[in-house]
């Protein structure tokens, strides 16, 4: 079975359809899957489910819907639920069973080690497997469970260091000229974020446009000067005197 939550719920190769219809069950079945392997306590989930105001046979109604999770859940050719009850709240026992989480996290590590290992292909093609994961917004309609709202804001926050890393190593091989237009909007997208303003001027000086890559400095001066009151970050600063100064260490070398 494959438990899938970086985007809509969705639980594979089970009989029936893969995604539940009642709201609570599915956040249940989305912490404990946030947590898999892991305890969370009955007071825990009913905080998840009930947005920190159970009602008053709260208790009663969670032993309702973990009985529907297990029904969910059953499989003919599998003994047991993967829902096991502890002392003080329940877990998901992964088992063999597949989570896409873990794979996402799998193949971005493989990235880094690729890119500590000077193997920035290869480091290209695991970032872009793990970026290809996404199926959409994560969790999208279950997000007023605090513990979901935080897992979503790490997961985001893991697809953009994953994003960063993959055009880094983009950089390394050459690729200069095929990553502007997406690091326009990625720049639009996200106006605060240094890093693709950085990979933006980069990209625009390695492909002879020197004023387009001075001009990107200068937008992201004023949106971070308007919106927060402060200057570029030094590494901002640095590249674009660097630019200016057409400073040789600027120019293309390729990872041995």
């Known amino acids: 079975m494959r438990y899938e939550v970086l985007g809509p719920l969705r639980v594979l190769g089970k009989p029936g359809s893969p ?13 404990l899957l946030i947590r898999a392997d892991q305890l969370v306590t009955t007071d825990r989930l009913m905080e998840e489910i009930w947005d920190g105001e159970p009602p008053r046979r709260a208790t009663t109604a969670m032993h309702v819907y973990v009985s529907q999770l297990r029904k969910f859940l059953v499989r003919p050719d599998v003994a047991g639920s993967p829902i096991v009850t502890r002392p003080g709240g ?9 989570l896409d989480l873990h794979d996402f996290q799998k193949l971005v590590q493989r990235g880094r080690t690729d890119v500590r290992a000077g193997r920035h292909a290869e480091a290209v093609e695991n970032f872009d497997a793990a ?3 996404g199926r959409g917004p994560v969790l999208a309609d279950l997000r007023e469970s605090g513990m979901i709202a935080g897992f979503v804001t790490w ?6 260091e994953c994003l960063e890393a993959r055009i880094d190593s983009a950089l390394v091989l050459g690729r200069h000229r095929e990553l502007v237009g997406q690091l326009y909007s990625l720049t639009a997208e996200h ?6 303003h950085r990979q933006l001027m980069l990209a625009l000086y390695r492909s002879e446009r020197q ?14 000067r308007g919106e927060l009151g402060l200057d570029p970050g030094r590494a901002l600063r640095e590249l674009h ?5 057409a400073d040789g260490r600027l120019d293309l070398r390729r990872a041995g």
């Open 191 to 196: 106006p605060q974020r240094e890093s693709f």
């Open 155 to 160: 997961i985001e926050e893991m697809r953009l």
């Open 19 to 31: 995604t539940i219809s009642a709201r609570k069950v599915k956040i249940l079945l989305s912490v």
């Open 211 to 224: 004023a387009d890559a001075l001009h990107a400095y200068r937008r992201v001066r004023d949106i971070l």
């Open 90 to 98: 329940y877990l998901l026992r992964r088992g063999d069973d597949e």
């Open 241 to 245: 005197d660097a630019i200016l100064a």
């Open 131 to 133: 970026l290809r994961m």
